[in-house]
């Protein structure tokens, strides 16, 4: 809650400010950042990257399925990964959670199982993120803020913590461990580097996708960004908008704190860019919700 009210005055504060030195009210200000956005083409490319999303999400989950717990089909997994996203509208790892009790239900695979893939997904998810970050870093450290300097040590810190969680859970010093061996980390006692290593190669078109489409969807706001730019900012971007704040709070912030001389076309791109993701996904999941239904109760 105190984040949410940080990040929402923040926001005020900028576009207040902003729209004062343009001697304009705060909505007739935004009406003109609104008015000036390239609608039809910016929806178009948000629609089909969406899109692709929702296919690589889907092998992702399916995959990860396979390798752990059981042999499913990936359209068998469409419906529930798509559900899945009217729920995460709210919160993404409450999604997570509903996925687990429709596989529980329907394919009675215990829910600690999924629970213990979930939990490899999450954390797979931020490692991935990180290892973008710090090529970002490395290609185009030199044009960020100072404080992206912290992405270098963040990422020795990950390096180090990543290679002894694998061990913990691999090696062979830890077998009779209870930790090690508690229910919630079936997953990580089954995964080697390969599951790893598979993860981000199968997440990674989406990064580079992601690049492309914020940095000419920026252009359809009147901000030009290179694309070698965003490499570094699109991973922190990313980390933002899973925290859960109402319409993407801290994403929209983060925009803003990186772009301070764009305030309005930054807050509009922000708000529209990740409420459309979020939006699109949960009309995919209603698309959806009539077989995942059928899959859980049958024909009521």
């Given at each position: 809650?105190?984040?949410?009210?940080?990040?929402?005055?923040?926001?005020?504060?900028?576009?207040?400010?902003?729209?004062?030195?343009?001697?304009?009210?705060?909505?007739?200000?935004?009406?003109?950042?609104?008015?000036?956005?390239?609608?039809?083409?910016?929806?178009?490319?948000?629609?089909?990257?969406?899109?692709?999303?929702?296919?690589?999400?889907?092998?992702?989950?399916?995959?990860?399925?396979?390798?752990?717990?059981?042999?499913?089909?990936?359209?068998?997994?469409?419906?529930?990964?798509?559900?899945?996203?009217?729920?995460?509208?709210?919160?993404?790892?409450?999604?997570?959670?509903?996925?687990?009790?429709?596989?529980?239900?329907?394919?009675?695979?215990?829910?600690?199982?999924?629970?213990?893939?979930?939990?490899?997904?999450?954390?797979?998810?931020?490692?991935?993120?990180?290892?973008?970050?710090?090529?970002?870093?490395?290609?185009?450290?030199?044009?960020?803020?100072?404080?992206?300097?912290?992405?270098?040590?963040?990422?020795?810190?990950?390096?180090?913590?990543?290679?002894?969680?694998?061990?913990?859970?691999?090696?062979?010093?830890?077998?009779d461990n209870k930790i090690r061996n508690l229910e919630i980390f079936h997953a990580f006692r089954l995964a080697k580097l390969k599951h790893y290593g598979a993860f981000f190669l199968l997440r990674s078109p989406l990064?580079?996708?992601?690049?492309?489409?914020?940095?000419?969807?920026?252009?359809?706001?009147?901000?030009?960004?290179?694309?070698?730019?965003?490499?570094?900012?699109?991973?922190?971007?990313?980390?933002?908008?899973?925290?859960?704040?109402?319409?993407?709070?801290?994403?929209?912030?983060?925009?803003?704190?990186?772009?301070?001389?764009?305030?309005?076309?930054?807050?509009?791109?922000?708000?529209?860019?990740?409420?459309?993701?979020?939006?699109?996904?949960?009309?995919?999941?209603?698309?959806?919700?009539?077989?995942?239904?059928?899959?859980?109760?049958?024909?009521?």
């Open positions: 809650m105190g984040i949410t009210v940080v990040c929402f005055y923040y926001i005020y504060y900028r576009l207040n400010g902003a729209a004062l030195r343009e001697d304009q009210s705060l909505i007739e200000y935004m009406l003109v950042v609104f008015s000036a956005v390239n609608w039809i083409p910016w929806i178009l490319m948000m629609t089909a990257y969406c899109l692709l999303y929702f296919f690589i999400d889907t092998l992702i989950i399916t995959r990860a399925l396979n390798w752990f717990i059981k042999d499913i089909k990936y359209t068998d997994i469409m419906p529930i990964r798509a559900s899945a996203y009217i729920i995460s509208m709210f919160n993404e790892q409450i999604g997570k959670g509903a996925m687990a009790y429709y596989l529980n239900k329907r394919d009675q695979v215990p829910g600690w199982e999924v629970a213990s893939l979930m939990l490899f997904i999450m954390f797979c998810e931020i490692f991935y993120l990180l290892v973008w970050a710090t090529i970002g870093f490395t290609v185009g450290g030199q044009d960020l803020p100072e404080v992206f300097g912290l992405v270098q040590y963040i990422a020795m810190g990950g390096a180090i913590f990543f290679v002894l969680w694998v061990f913990f859970f691999r090696g062979p010093l830890f077998q990064l580079i996708a992601a690049i492309f489409v914020y940095s000419t969807a920026l252009g359809f706001f009147g901000v030009e960004v290179s694309s070698m730019t965003l490499l570094p900012l699109l991973p922190v971007i990313f980390f933002a908008a899973t925290v859960p704040t109402p319409m993407r709070a801290a994403a929209i912030t983060s925009w803003i704190i990186l772009f301070p001389e764009n305030e309005g076309q930054m807050a509009a791109f922000g708000f529209l860019q990740h409420n459309f993701f979020i939006l699109f996904n949960a009309v995919i999941g209603l698309m959806f919700l009539p077989r995942a239904n059928k899959d859980l109760f049958g024909n009521k």
